[in-house]
């Protein structure tokens, strides 16, 4: 040849991608077996001597071609059934051999086994996508180094990070199997934690549809996403079911808005001081022609996480303004009705706009129509949602903080957040006298939000226990079934028109705010008077028949101490059982509540040396706020006089 000879020739041609399965036919006049020895190894198919004979070429070249044809074949057939990156079957092949498995072992109980990696999008970020595909290749090795331990047993790769197995079921062979991936894995990549999801289904009897085993496995693994510690779960017949109402609530959510199906129900909020209703929230309700009342739990969910949950909000917001301006209308004067806005819609830019052009539409001031946002919605960016409640204020509007309590940094949000109203739910602090923990939590609470001047509300209020202690610890407006349940707008008006409707809470004046402010703060005021007046101050809380010592001041420290007993009565008497000095404090202390004006007593208080000391107190009346009335008491040590006066009653 004139650029290159034979050998050179044949030796490039194994090292060009895709020829390796191109039929090559060396033709030489040189009769040496060793010449056709390296031929044949250097990749030539068949070999010829010269000279020709016509029909032995055409023969040998048939047969090359031929061979040629079926090993391309098997390559397409290959690459037909098995994923190109791992090796393993694909989606397809993978169904047709569990088939087949499923029909070669009828008595065998089979489970199908689906499998992901955790946050593989994150992987390929990190890493890069190379060492994404290393990790696939590296779970597909893990998979098919197992193999051997099962008699029957298929696999493959389904989509991206997602593998299926198909084996008999041994509940703890199974299981020993899910923990060997994960250990392997872990040792893939020393400083990036990666896990595991498994779904598990298993073969009940009443379907080997190998499609039907898959999807259900593909629920069980959902299951268990994100939630640590369970790595693995199993499918029954509530996912299915869950997922079949999902498919129901998906088909119907377009033609049940526009047939103006969804229906909004009220619930009353109280008054404790009187049990009057004082306004109510708007919920809604599905009333669907052929399944009836759809009640919220099954379908918000949904419309929460395909984002339908936006317009179904916008929906409730309008029948609300409607209904305002019927009453309007009417005559009447109604109390506000708060309506719930969705994370989806908090973060929607034109949030503002819309509900002012709703009250505007609907000639309904704004201050009637409260807007409820979940605490957590604020957390997720909380400047966002700063300027958007200050841009809500200007308008009028009222907005409630709801779930107060359930995140995790409510007194930030307190802090940098203004809002009108706390709304507390009883299920993250119940009150069923087992959890007294519980009950000094959400006692502190109401307090911190009246020393704040923001009023509560509070959720969930089922019995008269629960009612009755709110009310003992100065919480002042509930909301709940033990007063009434959701019900139509009817049963509302019905309801209203019985009885004499309470204003809702409203936020203490700005006046009083920075009164409140000068007694908690540590501004200059507040130290002159807790830090450099000589005489012992204590500023007390009264609730209802609850008295607390809330702050003092040095001096009180230095004589009387503080914060070692239970922050009531006994820190102004003592502790050395002062029964008949802590009743004569009690009646002063409510005497003053009672006239708003101020009391003078005299009673021997008792330290821990137990040695008696004459003290005169004087009780000032300072304000109510929240149902939380406020004292100053001043304490004088009249230990140099001659005799202890009688006390004053």
């Known amino acids: 040849m004139p650029v290159m000879d034979g050998y050179e020739f044949l030796e490039k041609a194994s090292k060009v ?64 059934e098995h994923d190109k990156l791992t090796g ?47 990790l696939l290749r590296y779970v597909a090795e893990c998979i098919a180094e197992m193999a051997p331990d099962f008699p029957h047993l298929t696999y493959g790769r389904m989509e991206a990070d997602v593998f299926c197995l198909c084996l008999p079921f041994e509940r703890e062979k199974v299981l020993h199997m899910m923990e060997i991936c994960r250990e392997k894995l872990r040792q893939f990549i020393k400083n990036y934690y990666v896990e595991l999801s498994f779904g598990v289904c298993v073969m009940d009897g009443s379907t080997a549809d190998v499609n039907t085993l898959y999807a259900r496995a593909a629920m069980a693994a959902e299951t268990c ?32 808005l526009q047939l103006r199906q969804f229906v909004v129900y009220l619930q009353p909020k109280y008054d404790l001081e009187n049990n009057l209703p004082c306004g109510a929230e708007a919920l809604v309700r599905w009333n669907h022609p052929q399944r009836g009342m759809v009640f919220p739990g099954e379908f918000i969910p949904v419309f929460e996480h395909n984002g339908f949950i936006a317009r179904l909000d916008y929906y409730v917001w309008e029948e609300t303004c409607r209904l305002l301006r019927k009453w309007l209308d009417q005559g009447l004067q109604p109390k506000p009705l708060s309506v719930n806005v969705s994370r989806v819609n908090m973060y ?97 609470v109401i307090r ?14 089922e019995t008269c226990r629960q009612r009755d202690f709110l009310k003992s610890v100065g919480c002042g407006y509930v909301q709940g079934y033990y007063y009434a349940k959701p019900m139509p707008v009817a049963e509302y008006e019905t309801l209203v028109a019985a009885g004499e409707s309470q204003r809702l809470p409203q936020r203490v004046t700005e006046e009083k705010a920075q ?16 830090r450099y007046v000589r005489q012992p101050i204590a500023i007390c809380e009264v609730v209802g028949e609850e008295i607390a010592v809330v702050r003092v001041n040095r001096a009180f420290l230095t004589r009387f101490g503080h914060g070692k007993s239970d922050g009531g009565i006994q820190s102004l008497c003592g502790v050395c059982g002062q029964a008949e000095a802590g009743s004569l404090l009690k009646k002063a202390i409510h ?29 000032q009346y300072v304000e109510e706020v929240a149902n939380s009335h406020l004292l100053i008491a001043t304490l004088a040590d009249e230990s140099g006089r001659s005799r202890m006066e009688p006390a004053d009653e």
């Open 88 to 134: 393993l079957f694909n989606r397809e092949k993978f169904f047709e051999s569990a088939r087949q498995l499923l029909a070669r072992c009828p008595e065998e109980r089979f489970a199908m086994i689906r499998l992901d990696i955790d946050r593989f999008r994150l992987v390929n970020s990190f890493f890069g996508e190379e060492e994404g595909n290393r």
């Open 591 to 619: 005497r003053t509540v009672r006239d708003g004006g101020e009391t003078e007593c005299r009673y021997l208080y008792r330290g821990a040396d137990g040695k008696p000391v004459p003290v005169r107190l004087y009780l």
């Open 17 to 80: 991608e895709g020829c390796e399965n191109t039929p090559i036919l060396v033709a030489t006049a040189d009769e040496s077996s060793e010449v056709e020895n390296r031929c044949l190894k250097l990749g030539a198919w068949d070999f010829v001597r010269k000279p020709y004979n016509p029909n032995t070429v055409r023969l040998r070249l048939q047969n090359i071609i031929s061979r040629s044809q079926i090993y391309l074949m098997e390559q397409l057939r290959y690459t037909a």
């Open 225 to 256: 996403k994100n939630h640590y510690g369970s790595f693995y779960a199993y499918y029954d017949n509530s996912l299915s079911e869950a997922a079949f109402k999902t498919q129901w609530v998906l088909n119907e959510m377009e033609s049940a």
């Open 515 to 530: 009164h409140l402010g000068e007694v908690w703060g540590s501004g200059f005021q507040a130290d002159l008077l807790y």
């Open 448 to 461: 911190m939000a009246g020393w704040l001047g923001i009023p509560v509300i509070m959720e969930g209020v």
């Open 348 to 444: 929607n830019p034109n949030l503002v706009d819309i509900l002012q052009d709703l009250v505007e539409k609907y000639r309904v001031p704004a201050s009637l129509l409260n807007l409820e946002l979940t605490e957590s919605a604020y957390m997720d960016n909380p400047t966002l949602m700063k300027q958007t409640l200050e841009r809500l204020h200007r308008c009028g509007f009222v907005v409630m903080m709801d779930d107060f309590g359930s995140g995790y940094s409510s007194l930030n949000t307190l802090r940098d957040i203004s809002v009108d109203i706390l709304k507390i739910d009883m299920k993250f602090l119940p009150t069923d006298g087992a959890d007294s923990r519980s009950e000094r939590i959400l006692v502190s």
